[in-house]
């Protein structure tokens, strides 16, 4: 086996080509791995124009390697991070029945680390279980130790010096800095399936037991719902944050909730967590209190529009979620990638071939909001209802700034006055970040911009302002002290 590297320079641009080995003589060979990189490939690996869109987004943690790659239909194709590491031409690679592909593994651990670091993000590393998406069951939990182990070990090889055995593989790999992994998530929709399986709370029990056991400081989302979308009959589920199936409730800090809703039903979950923390329930729980939670996957995908509708109806939901920021501590949109060339998912934030990108509405969104991101979340009265619409508002400060983030979803316009009463001395902006337009507009690789942020004059007077909220928009007000 031998390995050969070239630089090859195009004579012409081509979206859509074929790399091919011609030999010039008569004769056989093998080609095992194959690899293109572009010369201003970000840390070598990625192209920089995609690094770019997701930096531009100033994410703060990033879930990997994601949902169900990470546990596949069988042994054989679920993600084992162990066979992802190492030179990337000797790794095996998989075939990731979650979605029907191929993968060498080329994007393996410490890629994917590496992608966090890149784009300034805290990585939430993903543990499989034992847990296959296809059988629907789980492997004996007295079979599942090899699990716990990889947890304890991809810490170690995230994070360990070239003492440790898997912190020296990372720095053979040509990393040796750590990457600092300081959070788990134990599983990929576990209880959500089927939520009599009864077999989760052991396997989390066994994970975070050997994790705990050498790294206390971990912090660890556990998989899957506790209770049901409507917050009702919670102890349905055998989620270890509750107990049941035969264990008592575990030690839990935070649970993933998954929402992939129709635009509609989506905008109408602006108020989901208003109540979350009912006393009565929580305070049976390990420490008196329900866990956090984070949105891992959410997006207005079931009917499949990629529009400023869709958009907008994921600000009411994301507004919703920041007014209740004391729970809900991430959301995430998911997926967040695709080639064009050959999804396997309809609804994704950032799209792009072999030589464009672009970013859906709601990718406008998500950098129009967290460009507005507080550090400090203020108490915020919104009254009034218009029909045939659903709307919401939430406020935050981050430093002398205030800033007021409006969505209406509907067909009707908003006037709304906004006050800034509260405080003793407050300049409003005259102008505003809003994100509006026809409803039924999207983006492509041939237009990648038709929806975007823009900016529109507004008009205070001293401490109010009257905003003109369009139907199918969402508005950012800022405001001085």
Request: aromatic share 10%; hydrophobic share 35%.
């Amino acid at each position: 086996r031998s390995k050969h590297t070239a630089t090859l320079t195009a004579s012409a641009g081509c979206s859509n080509g074929t790399f091919a080995v011609a030999p010039s003589a008569q004769g056989s060979m093998l080609l095992d791995s194959i690899s293109l990189f572009p010369s201003d490939a970000v840390a070598g690996l990625f192209r920089k124009d995609i690094i770019d869109m997701v930096t531009a987004m100033k994410p703060t943690l990033m879930r990997i390697p994601g949902g169900n790659y990470l546990e596949g239909t069988g042994p054989r194709t679920r993600w084992a991070w162990k066979n992802t590491i190492g030179l990337p031409e000797a790794r095996p690679g998989h075939y990731n029945s979650a979605w029907g592909y191929w993968v060498n593994d080329g994007l393996g651990a410490r890629e994917l680390l590496i992608f966090a670091n890149v784009t300034n993000t805290i990585p939430l590393m993903s543990i499989f279980t034992g847990y296959y998406l296809g059988q629907k069951q789980y492997t004996p939990l007295n079979e599942s130790q090899e699990f716990a182990q990889d947890a304890v070990d991809i810490i170690e090889y995230s994070n360990g010096d070239a003492s440790t055995t898997w912190g020296k593989k990372r720095i053979d790999d040509g990393s040796p800095e750590p990457f600092g992994l300081a959070n788990l998530e134990v599983g990929n929709e576990e209880t959500l399936y089927n939520p009599a399986l009864p077999n989760f709370p052991g396997h989390y029990q066994l994970i975070t037991g050997e994790v705990w056991n050498k790294y206390p400081d971990i912090y660890v989302v556990a998989s899957g719902q506790f209770m049901s979308i409507e917050h009702v009959n919670r102890t349905a589920t055998c989620s270890p944050c509750v107990g049941g199936c035969g264990l008592p409730p575990q030690k839990c800090f935070s649970w993933d909730e998954h929402l992939y809703r129709s635009p509609d039903q989506l905008a109408n979950l602006g108020g989901l967590y208003d109540n979350y923390r009912d006393p009565s329930f929580c305070q049976t729980l390990t420490g008196g209190k329900c866990p956090d939670v984070y949105v891992l996957e959410y997006a207005a995908a079931n009917t499949q529009q990629w529009d400023l509708q869709a958009a907008i109806s994921e600000a009411v939901f994301l507004i919703g979620n920041e007014r209740n920021s004391e729970s809900v501590k991430c959301t995430s949109f998911a997926p967040m990638l695709s080639n064009v060339n050959g999804p396997s998912w309809n609804y994704n934030l950032i799209n792009f071939n072999s030589t464009a990108i672009y970013g859906i509405p709601s990718y406008h969104l998500q950098k129009m909001f967290k460009a507005a991101f507080g550090s400090e979340r203020l108490e915020t009265h919104a009254t009034g209802a218009v029909a045939g619409n659903v709307w919401n508002a939430t406020a935050a400060k981050n430093g002398n700034t205030v800033t007021v983030k409006i969505a209406n979803y509907g067909p009707n316009p908003l006037k709304l006055p906004v006050s800034f009463a509260s405080f003793p001395s407050v300049t409003i902006s005259s102008s505003a970040d809003v994100l509006a337009g026809n409803p039924r507009d999207e983006n492509s690789l041939a237009d990648p911009t038709k929806v975007a942020a823009g900016e529109m004059t507004i008009n205070p007077a001293g401490t109010t302002v009257t905003v003109d909220v369009a139907p199918y928009s969402a508005m950012v007000v800022r405001a001085s002290l």
